[in-house]
């Protein structure tokens, strides 16, 4: 779920691209596919992804006027991503640090 919710607000998600079949990720990820379910429902209520009857799940658009605390809890919760798969990687956070600025740096000069 927190990681659709990040490639969502990202951008790697764009708006009405279809996530993943319940049956396929379940196998992808080796769970349960209730538990899949559960995820694709509590990503329907947070507005995050939209069901379609027979077709499946699709990411939602992010909402232009969103608040700002809405748009930083989004943020939120890329960093969080971002901060575990550093850690997964056995990245220093300094190092991390360092190279969010190079990105931020990049993003300047475009």
Known sequence: MEQIAAYRSSGVLPAGSQLPSIRSLAKQLAVNPGT?????????HAGIAVSQKGKGFFVT?????????????????????????????????DRLIQLIQIEIKHHDKT
């Open 61 to 93: 658009a992010i909402e232009q006027i969103a608040s700002r605390k809405q748009r930083e809890n989004e943020l939120s919760e890329s960093c969080q991503l971002l901060v575990q798969q550093a850690s997964q990687l056995d990245i220093p956070f």
């Open 36 to 44: 899949i379910v559960k995820a694709y429902n509590e990503l329907e």
